[in-house]
């Protein structure tokens, strides 16, 4: 990444000079630099409310019968993990925050999440179907409110930034249903190797 930056760069400047542009590109450099900087500034504010009501509803047990109300749901795509696991808890707050567009908070639940699927997982080589159904789900990213996004567009002052919210919500819907569709399909050319089978082809 720091070559493909390097080379962009570079290429700017040369581009410029030749063109007799070079006064545009540092023009273009230093505004579009006080722009990042009033772009994150603005990100702290929004960040924060959301991070914060985050952590209220986990305090509160509200991530508690989130997770309690999604169990049936994500007992049925997973089917694969245990009654009680672990796994599920965080799965649900991976989820509510994604939904909320706080893509920040959602990545630790997710690594947490992650980490319980491996300790469940049989064959620890590879990704059982419960970690790709994850992973597929995840990456997603289903948003109700494109929080962070939202936050963008603030801060570079666009006029109506809560038109998003409805493409946004249709596009992850459907990339959040085809991940989980795909997944499924996938699942029954997928056999899960157990220890015992995986021994027996050792020998």
């Not at 070559?3 to 007799?20: D, E, R, T």
């Amino acid at each position: 990444m720091n070559y493909i930056f390097f080379f962009l760069i570079v290429g700017s400047i040369v581009i410029g000079a030749v063109n007799g542009k070079l006064q545009d590109v540092a023009n273009a450099v230093m505004t579009g630099a006080d722009l990042s900087v009033k772009i994150a500034f603005s990100l702290i504010g929004i960040m924060a409310f959301w991070l914060g009501i985050m952590k209220i509803a986990q305090k509160s047990g509200i991530i508690d019968l989130i997770a309690k109300i999604l169990r049936p749901v994500t007992k049925k795509l997973f089917n694969e993990l245990p009654e009680n696991s672990d796994a599920i808890g965080d799965i649900a707050m991976n989820f509510s925050a994604n939904a909320f567009g706080l893509s920040n908070a959602a990545t630790p639940f997710g690594i947490k999440a992650m980490e319980k699927l491996q300790n469940e997982n049989v064959d620890k080589t590879s990704a059982s179907n419960s970690m790709c159904m994850f992973l597929g789900m995840n990456t997603a990213g289903f948003q109700l409110i494109p929080t962070t996004v939202l936050a963008v567009l603030i801060g570079i002052g666009y006029e109506n930034p809560t038109e998003i919210i409805a493409p946004t919500l249709l596009v992850t819907l459907i990339a959040f249903c085809s991940a989980i569709i795909l997944a499924k399909i996938f699942q029954r050319f997928w056999i899960a190797q157990t220890p015992n089978e995986s021994g027996a082809e050792n020998e």
